[in-house]
């Protein structure tokens, strides 16, 4: 049972060209999203997330759009560089625990290459 | 700003042999998680501990496995018999506890790739 989707294995966009990665997830009880970048050998490295009452975040190049009805988030990386050539991962998880436990749920991974 | 440590980087050992990986958390975090990640595939959560207690254990982490954290520092998780299914990155992720706020965002390792002849 995949709670977090993620349907695009791979996507190639051109230096400087927006870069779109989509996420789909199944679970109503997730309201903190978030998005790793993985490279080669490298453990994944935080990119930027978003809790349930917002609708949008931006960290410079990166933007999370959360669409709470569809549930589906997505992330948008403009310009496109090729150090973002990287895997990226999106991941769920309840903003609020009762248990204590911030357990994330990932999806499998979308590999981008910018290409220079 | 030292991150999220996890040694060895690498382990290479016959099936059936014990490992034990190690994790040092980034210092001021008190919740430490395990996850394991095979190829294609997502990191999937093993276990969590808050301080020095472990306060959740996946269904994935069976009886061969287990985890410690002593003193609320650093932690440990070792792989009694293994088996060739075992073959994954085993990654170590870090976050603080920060009161009111709820969840926050943690931080990994490099992980330790385990690989079973």
């Known amino acids: 049972d995949q709670q977090v989707k993620q349907n695009s294995p791979s996507l190639s966009v051109q230096e400087g060209r927006i870069s779109i990665l989509n996420c789909d997830y199944t679970?109503?009880?997730?309201?903190?999203f978030l998005w790793y970048k993985k490279y080669p050998a490298e453990g994944p490295t935080f990119l930027i997330s978003?809790?349930?009452?917002?609708d949008k975040n931006e960290d410079g190049r990166f933007t999370v759009f959360l669409n709470k009805s569809a549930k589906h988030l997505s992330l948008h990386i403009v310009p496109s560089q090729p150090g973002d050539s990287a895997v990226y991962f999106c991941?769920?998880?309840?903003?609020?625990?009762?248990?204590?436990?911030?357990?994330?749920?990932f999806g499998t991974g979308t590999r981008l290459k910018v290409l220079a | 700003d030292t991150g999220v440590s996890q040694d060895p980087r690498h382990k290479i050992t016959k099936r059936g042999q014990n490992v034990t990986f190690r994790c040092d958390p980034i210092?001021?975090?008190?919740?430490l998680y395990w996850y394991r990640q095979t190829l294609g595939q997502g990191p999937e959560f093993l276990t969590y501990?808050?301080?020095?207690?472990?306060?959740?254990k996946s269904r994935l982490l069976s009886d061969r496995f287990s985890a410690e954290r002593p003193k609320g520092s650093f932690s440990t998780l070792e792989i009694q018999r293994t088996e060739q299914g075992d073959s994954a990155m085993y990654l170590c992720?870090?976050?603080?506890?920060?009161?009111?706020?709820?969840?926050?965002?943690?931080?990994f390792g490099d992980g330790t790739r385990l690989s079973i002849l």
């Open positions: 679970n109503s009880m997730f309201d903190y």
């Open positions: 978003i809790s349930s009452i917002k």
């Open positions: 501990f808050q301080n020095e207690a472990q306060l959740e």
């Open positions: 992720a870090s976050s603080p506890e920060k009161t009111g706020l709820g969840n926050q965002p943690q931080h």
């Open positions: 991941a769920a998880s309840p903003a609020f625990s009762t248990s204590g436990t911030y357990k994330y749920i």
């Open positions: 210092s001021e975090h008190n919740r």
